[in-house]
């Protein structure tokens, strides 16, 4: 009976993750130029899956997932001519390079040595996880370029160099949102536990609970997030030629680099402002 229930919620669990993973990978925060978009950490709810529930589990909802995007992008085949290379887009564009996200939680327990506190160590973890999928699903796409996208969309002429250049112009802002995103979502919530919660702090038992100051940390974190990953949104499509899809520095003059500076400027103070007002709080029993 256990086992049929654990067997039945991580069937459910995982469900709702791919469907939250997918609704994700349709909320696009940009779309490059010459092709690929960013989104808002789509891969995460499946990496999620694989720290909870295990490889096996989370290889099982990626490939779920990577079936669910290939159906998305069913277009994309229309470009492609013999069914060899029909089959090579399916399995090196989608299957493989979307299935492979599962793998995100194999870094669970593995990196104790760093001495980290429970929540920062599973930020890490998870972190980590999703940074090392994020590679695996860009070296799918780059194979996938140099050969079967090599005379459409990518020249024949130094095929593999140009499919590292393109496939980087949105895998590397992908990459960074998403670590960044795993990291704090990883540092917040308890994910080891039977129902996720958040994580609660080590507080001396004498004292009240200090429920704001306890808060500030995490919401400087996520201002922190949100700075990197805004000046990484603005400045990324212009790391993309629009007319050949080369990665490139040629058009960083045309970013907006006031909008950036203002905006940087303003996470950073109000990231000082919540770290010390946090520290102020608990010393003095503000909150």
């Not at 654990?6 to 909320?27: D, G, P, Q, R």
């Not at 958040?198 to 507080?203: E, I, K, T, W």
């Not at 629009?242 to 950073?268: D, K, Q």
Request: charge should be positive.
């Amino acid at each position: 009976m256990e086992k049929t229930r654990n067997l039945t919620k991580k069937i459910v669990e995982s469900s709702l993750m791919v469907a939250f993973a997918t609704v994700l990978s349709l909320l696009k925060l940009i779309e490059m130029p010459y092709g690929g978009s960013v989104t808002l950490a789509s891969m995460l709810p499946l990496v999620i899956v694989g720290y909870r529930h295990g490889v096996g589990t989370g290889l099982s909802a990626g490939l779920v997932y990577a079936v669910i995007q290939q159906l998305l992008g069913l277009n994309n085949l229309s470009y492609v001519t013999g069914w060899q290379s029909v089959i090579a887009v399916i399995m090196l564009d989608y299957i493989v390079a979307f299935t492979v996200v599962g793998l995100g939680g194999i870094f669970r327990n593995k990196l104790t040595k760093l001495k980290l506190s429970a929540s920062k160590n599973q930020g890490a973890e998870i972190a980590t996880g999703m940074a090392f999928v994020c590679i695996l699903r860009y070296l799918c796409h780059t194979v996938a370029g140099a050969t079967v996208w090599a005379g459409l969309s990518i020249p024949t002429e130094a095929a593999l160099v140009y499919s590292i250049g393109y496939n980087a112009t949105y895998m590397l802002p992908e990459t960074i949102v998403s670590v960044l995103v795993g990291a704090w979502i990883g540092s917040v919530i308890d994910f080891s536990k039977n129902t996720p919660t958040r994580f609660l702090p080590v507080r001396d038992e004498s004292k009240e609970s200090r429920g704001a100051c306890e808060l500030l940390p995490h919401i400087a974190g996520a201002v922190a997030i949100f700075g990197v990953a805004f000046d990484t949104l603005l400045i990324a499509p212009h790391l993309q030629d629009a007319e050949s899809g080369e990665f490139t520095f040629a058009y960083l003059s045309e970013v907006n680099w006031i909008l950036l500076a203002v905006v940087t400027a303003l996470c950073v103070l109000t990231v000082i402002a919540l770290s010390i007002a946090s520290r102020i709080g608990k010393k003095q029993s503000f909150c």
